[in-house]
């Protein structure tokens, strides 16, 4: 893991989220996360903005909480907050020729708020089974690194090939049917086991080991992280219509704005939380 911090490869990041507790649910257990970073500081970010990754990092990430009462919401706090504290440090340590590899990082980053929620689970009657799902995309001047548990996403729209990818894997039976071609898109929606997890952070699981990647981005690229309420609204193709082609009423909105409002729309049985980075 390197931080050239090169103007000459550095790129505007444009983003927006937006969070909805949907129609059906008294709260809202999902989070989203911006943040910019570098050795010395740390700033969270608006639900709209753009940037430079000249000089500094930048973290996307959605989570999912998941308990009774309010260890849900609670889980998905602590599993951003924890971002906020970790991922810095590693900044620091490679300015100082300290860089471990982005796998290591990461899989560092997951372990420790795996202990985390954990640790809070079995101390608080309140908290006990929280748990967790984590998606989140780290920007560094060139390359896009991401972390994922669970089965919240992360899509990629490239702009060279055109279409839209899910890069995330969903951790759940039903997820593992659609990647090995044993049912389509729909049919994966409508299966009484979607929202069984197999993997999750918290919750007394032994281990977590996350699905961690780099994609190599380039101007006029996408990315979209959301949380399964977001899902159950629309189809990969409505994703890329609203976010490529949107029509000119829709266009009005922020991307993430336009996404979660359509699928509520359409749904809106689950919190819904979308997260749009747009490559400049």
């Known amino acids: 893991m390197t931080h ?74 602590i599993t951003v907050e924890k971002i906020t504290h970790l991922l810095p ?58 972390g994922h548990v669970g089965d919240s ?25 659609f990647r090995t071609g044993q049912i389509n898109e729909r049919e994966a929606r409508d299966h009484p086991r979607r929202t069984a997890l197999q993997k999750a952070l918290g919750a007394g699981n032994q281990f977590v080991s996350p699905q961690v990647g780099a994609v190599a981005y380039e101007p006029g690229d996408r990315f979209m992280l959301c949380t399964d309420g977001l899902v159950e609204g629309l189809f990969d193709n409505q994703f890329l219509e609203l976010l490529r082609d949107p029509s000119s009423a829709e266009a009005t909105l922020d991307p993430a704005q336009r996404l979660v409002e359509a699928s509520l729309e359409r749904a809106g049985r689950d919190n819904t939380t979308a997260l749009v980075i747009e490559v400049g």
Request: charged share 20%.
């Open 153 to 177: 996403r992360i899509y990629y729209l490239p702009a060279r090939e055109g279409g839209i990818r899910q890069i995330s894997h969903d951790d759940t039976y039903v997820g593992w049917l």
């Open 4 to 77: 050239p911090n090169n103007p000459e490869i550095s790129q505007r990041l444009h983003w927006s989220g937006r969070t909805d507790r949907g129609k059906v649910r008294l709260n809202n257990e999902d989070s989203f996360l911006a943040l910019q970073f570098n050795a010395q500081e740390v700033h969270y970010l608006g639900k709209i903005g753009d940037a430079t990754t000249a000089n500094t990092d930048f973290v996307f990430a959605v989570s999912d909480g998941m308990g009774g009462a309010m260890a849900g919401e609670f889980a998905s706090r």
């Open 89 to 146: 440090r590693s900044f620091k340590q490679s300015a100082i020729g300290l860089a471990a590899g982005y796998t290591e990082v990461l899989t560092e980053l997951f372990d420790e708020i795996h202990s985390a929620l954990t640790f809070v689970g079995a101390s608080y009657e309140e908290c006990r089974g929280m748990q967790a799902t984590l998606s989140m995309c780290w920007f560094t001047p060139g390359w896009m690194y991401f």
